[in-house]
């Protein structure tokens, strides 16, 4: 059975000013994969996602 990927990102990176938020950061989905995002309170993951939906340039 072959493995249908939905989506995939290559060396995001998001900084504000001097805080970074999180560099080459690389990753994938599949058809029917079930992906948690995990992480302390302020390390990005709205951010990320909101970059992932155009809404975080």
Do not use: H, W
């Not at 560099?23 to 058809?31: A, I, K, V, Y």
């Not at 994969?33 to 390390?43: E, H, I, P, S």
Request: hydrophobic letters at 40%; proline letters at 2%.
């Amino acid at each position: 059975m072959s493995v249908i990927n939905v989506f995939s990102a290559e060396n995001l990176s998001k900084r504000y000013g001097e805080r970074l938020l999180f560099e080459d950061l690389t990753f994938g989905l599949s058809l029917g994969q079930k992906t948690a995002l995990v992480a302390k309170n302020g390390t990005g993951k709205t951010t990320l996602l909101n970059g992932i939906c155009g809404i975080e340039p």
